[in-house]
């Protein structure tokens, strides 16, 4: 299955946060949206994504230095993100995100971000396949 077969099935819809905002800000968006990660930027420019981990992550700082980091100071920036393309098949796409230990990937059509999978988009995915064949197969054999 491609990718952008995925994203049609759980939905497209782009959570972003400003690159200005505080970590506490873009923990509450993740929670009030149910989400993992944010892209970061403004309109349609990004400049980075930040994932709960990261903020996770920050908060091995001390209280006085957390207290005055924001997203741009933990975001991955864009120039380093890993990203997948909507005809990249799921398996490479899962294959990469275990290798590279990432568990957020936008996707990227001519340039433009187009969404974002989690890597429990990907095992979903996988499961309810498996799933569907195995319920073929057993119909079949009766």
Request: net charge negative; proline share 2%; hydrophobic share 45%.
């Amino acid at each position: 299955m491609n990718i952008d077969q995925i994203l049609e099935e759980k939905g497209s819809e782009i959570f972003k946060i400003s690159s200005r905002a505080s970590l506490p800000e873009a923990a509450a968006l993740m929670k009030n949206k149910n989400v993992g990660a944010l892209l970061v930027g403004e309109a349609d420019v990004y400049e980075g994504i930040i994932s709960e981990r990261d903020i996770v992550y920050a908060f091995g700082e001390t209280e006085s230095e957390r207290r005055l980091l924001t997203v741009a100071d933990i975001m991955v920036r864009s120039e380093k993100l890993i990203v997948a393309e909507p005809d990249d098949h799921s398996k490479h796409v899962l294959a990469v995100m275990i290798q590279k230990g990432i568990r957020h990937m936008p996707v990227i059509d001519s340039g433009r971000i187009i969404g974002v999978l989690s890597i429990r988009d990907l095992v979903r995915s996988c499961i309810m396949r498996v799933s569907a064949k195995a319920h073929f197969l057993s119909d079949y054999l009766k």
